[in-house]
């Protein structure tokens, strides 16, 4: 277990491998532990670093706002003390809606971007997600944790068909304060990239699965609208966590993109971009 000290607390996180880095940012609710098997594959060929956002896992929970942007200084920071200069970034849900933010935000940061199951647009979330982003809603279920989480074990096999899955999200929702769970679904559900999109020049792939019912399953179709050199793969029997649904095919996939040579960097800039939160093929993965 490793940890840094921020401005806004600590961050925890899990390093494993050698070589070049690449950055692992889980979803809403999640950790660092979603990467566990992706890590393991990646890290024969790169270092890889899995974090844990403020709010989530074992990272620092007394704060006062957990919006996407505060995910995406947090980005900046850990890569600025661990002395990261330039990296790939692989987000998973509300992880890759940070991703594209730090590559619009810090476009010297990021060398290629990856998104799994993100939204681009907020209102793709899942109707009980949106619920989740409301004050009342949100108090009323943390405070039912108990019939919360065992209602997310009973829907579990209709989420990911990965039957440690329920387990996973269990301990991970044991560690979630009411903050964290309500503020940053809530920033989530008012983001929309799609005005940005276009300032994203580095390489770009978006992976979804066609039975993700947690993020409507073709927000890939936004994300290659504004970024249109983007290489989309598609999982057809996938849901929302291709990673843990079939974990050989989508860490071939992501290795064979991570592998392409990279674009040169982007010239560095005094001020960080504004950020509002508010012809490419497809392949489908056997």
């Not at 940061?109 to 009342?136: D, E, H, N, Q, W």
């Amino acid at each position: 277990m490793s940890s840094i000290t921020t401005d806004q607390g600590i961050v925890h996180y899990e390093v494993y491998g050698r070589g070049k880095p690449v950055i692992l940012l889980h979803g809403w609710l999640g950790s660092w532990g979603l990467w566990q098997e992706t890590m393991s594959f990646l890290g024969r060929y790169y270092r890889t670093y899995a974090l844990d956002f403020w709010g989530f896992g074992e990272s620092g929970k007394k704060r006062d706002t957990y919006a996407v942007q505060d995910f995406v200084s947090l980005v900046d920071q850990f890569m600025e003390q661990l002395g990261i200069v330039r990296a790939p970034l692989v987000g998973h849900s509300m992880g890759g809606t940070v991703s594209l933010s730090v590559a619009i935000r810090y476009p010297q940061r990021v060398s290629k971007v990856v998104v799994v199951g993100s939204p681009i647009v907020g209102s793709s979330l899942a109707f009980p997600l949106k619920l989740a982003g409301m004050r009342p809603i949100a108090f009323l279920l943390f405070n039912m944790m108990s019939a919360f989480r065992l209602g997310l074990r009973i829907a579990s096999p209709f989420i990911c068909r990965d039957e440690r899955f329920a387990d996973m999200m269990d301990r991970d929702l044991s560690r979630t304060t009411l903050e964290s769970f309500l503020l940053s679904i809530a920033s989530l559900r008012r983001t929309d990239l799609r005005p940005m999109l276009d300032q994203i020049k580095v390489p770009a792939m978006g992976i979804y699965g066609d039975r993700d019912n947690i993020v409507h399953p073709k927000q890939w179709q936004p994300m290659l609208k504004g970024i249109p050199h983007a290489q989309i793969e598609r999982f057809p029997l996938a849901g929302h966590f291709p990673m843990l649904e079939e974990p050989e095919t989508f860490a071939q996939k992501l290795k064979a993109f991570l592998d392409q040579e990279a674009s040169p960097a982007p010239a560095a800039q005094s001020q960080p971009s504004p950020l509002n939160t508010s012809a490419t093929s497809v392949t489908l993965a056997p």
